[in-house]
């Protein structure tokens, strides 16, 4: 397995942005698609964004244009910028990453948008 570590997360107001980044432990990073997840207070865990090792990108239906996920493979590492923030994004935000054989979580961090 992989260990994930996100950050980033914290109170924000509406309207505000804020910049999760997730750090993997492994040097085989590039090949595998990286993926955000959220899980809003009582509800499911939902897919936000992925990116495949092509550098092609996924998002969610109530994400699209406010939300970009990007990678650097030289910092094993996965962004998601989210700007325009409403309180419905309020969630914990999971990292995930996928690759044959592997499949691995993060412990999340959690987004609370407030005014």
């Known amino acids: 397995q992989v260990q994930l570590v996100e950050s980033g997360g914290g109170l924000v107001q509406p309207g505000g942005s804020l910049r999760l980044p997730c750090a993997a432990s492994t040097s085989i990073f590039s090949i595998a698609t990286m993926g955000w997840y959220r899980q809003p207070p009582g509800k499911q865990r939902e897919l936000v964004a992925a990116?495949?090792?092509?550098?092609?990108?996924f998002y969610g239906n109530s994400v699209k244009g406010r939300f970009t996920i990007f990678r650097d493979n030289a910092k094993n590492t996965v962004y998601l910028q989210m700007t325009s923030l409403k309180p419905e994004d309020t969630a914990i935000y999971y990292c995930?990453?996928?690759?044959?054989?592997?499949?691995?979580w993060g412990q999340g961090t959690q987004v609370t948008v407030s005014s």
């Open positions: 990116i495949t090792s092509e550098m092609k990108t």
């Open positions: 995930n990453y996928k690759r044959i054989g592997v499949d691995s």
